[in-house]
């Protein structure tokens, strides 16, 4: 049927047409290509942008996309708002609304992108990394994709970050602390709201975030006179310049640090990395530091399949437990964002649905010392093969 045939077709159909399809920058190219389909849309556009809106992004992340988009909206300064915002959030509300417009719908998409590109980019980093090719069983895990949870999975923990983020960015030095929530309102409004694994989750994709972020700009850090003096220095910050800034861009959001990972220059990278300097934010490693609210959290009961913490699946929950070491459970309700695990958590090692781990083993899974001694030889063979340094 030709475009002109499409226009034609009864607006019953037409408004059909609208809801099925699968984001909302096909809609709006739709809409604005399309007189007929403008005057469907304009006639049911509360109908339309929830639908499509539900097309593009998946239900198990909707929640965390609505909640994350409301904490970006809140009143900026307004300590009340923040308070108010955390008295009533769960990791594990429902869905309460979707966008009725598609100017916020746009929003959304936006955001879900950005979640999207880098939940993606790390899964398949994990799954890609492994020395062997072929289709061998011990090769099995590392070819099959990410499975609907898994991806789901490690959605939400790129949303809890930029939630995390939304909530303390500051766009100025915090002179006025009134307007601050206090270390104790983020430990018992946010991070006691989640499972230990979860806050694993969360840390994985903070320090995913971080690697990017090195590769992109620690050639620019390495003057830190010059970059020293762009920022807003904490004087009782005793972290190093490289890894102050890489916070900053985080603490202004998922866009800017996509933005800034994929700059192709020195020059325009070096235009985006300055301008994170006005953030001046808590960043989510001190939120994950025990030490940072001296021992404001709480047991949050370790069993994974009673409400709220249920997953769809016991990955998770195995894979953290299984590095406790035996502890007790109110030990282990603390046990999360510790140094002697950063590699666990490059490989994700809380995101993985138990099917992938039972199939990779005990021996198997990437984050074990011979898996990463073979992950790392085998690289290093590659890079020979090409002739790199």
Known sequence: MSPSGLCLLPAELRLCILK???????????????????????????????????????????????????????????????????????????????????????????????????????????LSSHPSHGESEACLPYIRPLSDAEAARFSRAFYWVELYYNLVRQDRPRVVRETHLTSKEQQEGFFDKFAPWELEQMGCARDYLDRKLSVAVDDLLEDEVEWGEEMNWRNDDTRDIGTLWKEKVMAGGLALVRRLVRADTYDERAVLLKRAAPYDSDYLTDG?????????????????????FADEDSGPYDSWRRELGGREDRAAARYYY????????????????????????????????????????????????????
């Open 288 to 308: 994950l530091w025990d030490e940072f609210f001296g021992g404001f959290g709480r047991d949050h009961g370790l069993n994974p399949a009673a409400p709220p």
């Open 338 to 389: 510790e140094d002697t695990k950063a590699t666990e958590r490059e490989c994700g090692y809380c995101l993985w649905d138990r099917w992938r781990l039972d199939a990779w083993g005990p021996t198997g899974m990437p984050w074990h010392p011979d898996e990463v001694r073979r992950r790392r030889e085998g690289l290093s063979e590659a890079r020979e093969r090409r002739g790199e340094p």
């Open 20 to 126: 099925a399809l699968p984001d909302t920058a096909s809609l709006r190219s739709l809409i604005l290509a399309s007189s007929s389909f403008y005057r469907s849309y304009v006639d049911a556009a509360s109908l339309v942008v929830p639908a499509v809106v539900r097309n593009e992004i998946p239900a198990s992340v909707l929640p965390h996309a609505e909640a994350t988009w409301a904490a970006s909206r809140l009143p900026p300064r307004s300590v009340a708002s923040l308070r108010a915002f955390l008295a009533d959030y769960s990791p594990y509300r429902e869905l309460r609304s979707l966008p009725l417009t598609l100017t916020e719908a746009l929003e959304w998409s936006r955001l879900h992108d950005h979640v999207r590109h880098f939940a993606d980019d790390f899964g398949h980093s994990v």
